[in-house]
Nanobody, 123 residues
Framework: VQLVESGGGSVQAGGSLKLSCAAF????????WAWFRQAPGGGREFVAV????????RYSEAVKGRFTISRSNAKNAVYLQMDSLRREDTAVYYC?????????????????WGPGTQVTVSE
């Protein structure tokens, strides 16, 4: 399975972006999807997760209320709507797919990763 993110770019603070991640090579409709991000000089941190049937979502405290994760099993894709962006949201954003786990906020939970897409928020 290959994951490919798109939709990154540069935006002013307060603006919005929508990231997409598509899976190629195999269906992932029974997988859990997640988004992580890595800021310059920092480690990779959890952003959001959605279960395979979309009945469960979780967010980091840093993005709760501003970001929304969704998925389309028909399109083999997951999305991250990012609103009210802040400068501290600047990072490379990665999508990941794996099995649902109570450890959903840890990188090692996920089997597949995309190469990442850059999001830059300026004042």
């Amino acid at each position: 399975v290959q994951l490919v993110e798109s939709g990154g770019g540069s935006v002013q603070a307060g603006g919005s972006l929508k990231l997409s991640c598509a899976a190629f090579g195999d269906a992932v409709d029974d997988r859990t999807w997640a988004w992580f991000r890595q800021a310059p000089g920092g480690g990779r941190e959890f952003v959001a997760v959605i279960s395979w049937a979309a009945e469960t979502t979780r967010y980091s405290e840093a993005v709760k209320g501003r970001f929304t994760i969704s998925r389309s099993n028909a399109k083999n894709a997951v999305y991250l709507q990012m609103d009210s962006l802040r400068r501290e949201d600047t990072a490379v954003y990665y999508c990941a797919a794996g099995e649902w786990s109570d450890n959903y906020n840890y990188e090692w939970t996920y089997d597949y990763w995309g190469p990442g897409t850059q999001v830059t928020v300026s004042e």
